[in-house]
Nanobody
Framework: QVQLVESGGGLVQAGGSLRLSCAAS????????VGWFRQAPGKEREFVAA????????RYSDSVKGRFTTSRDNAKNTVYLQMKSLKPEDTAIYYC??????????????????WGQGTQVTVSS
């Protein structure tokens, strides 16, 4: 089973940037999809972005498209989420997760098998 550890969260002003990392141990990514989700207080967990490890194709939610970019580093077995032009509504705990049986880049949290512990992102206005 893979262990996922997110890092890079913090407090930033609106309009600022952060880069989240999702480092994997216990298994080298080969054909998984890695997704990013977020959960704000009192709200359901929502899809943010995903990347297919083998091919590098990506998918984004409409709310972050054009502002967030996900990428991977094969040598480091790590996935990144670069977040720019942050807004207060981006405030949430951000999680990465892997989908081991991949047909497409799913936006459904239940499709993902392994989850990290999350990292807090707070955007002040």
């Amino acid at each position: 089973q893979v262990q996922l550890v997110e890092s890079g969260g913090g407090l930033v002003q609106a309009g600022g940037s952060l880069r989240l990392s999702c480092a994997a141990s216990g298994r080298t990514f080969v054909s998984e999809a890695v997704g990013w989700f977020r959960q704000a207080p009192g709200k359901e967990r929502e899809f943010v972005a995903a990347i297919m490890w083998r091919w590098g194709n990506t998918r984004y939610s409409d709310s972050v498209k054009g502002r967030f970019t996900t990428s991977r580093d094969n040598a480091k077995n790590t996935v990144y989420l670069q977040m720019k032009s942050l807004k207060p509504e981006d405030t949430a705990i951000y999680y990465c997760a892997t989908d081991r049986v991949v047909a497409d880049l799913s936006v459904v949290a239940a499709a993902y098998d392994d989850w990290g512990q999350g990292t807090q992102v707070t955007v002040s206005s």
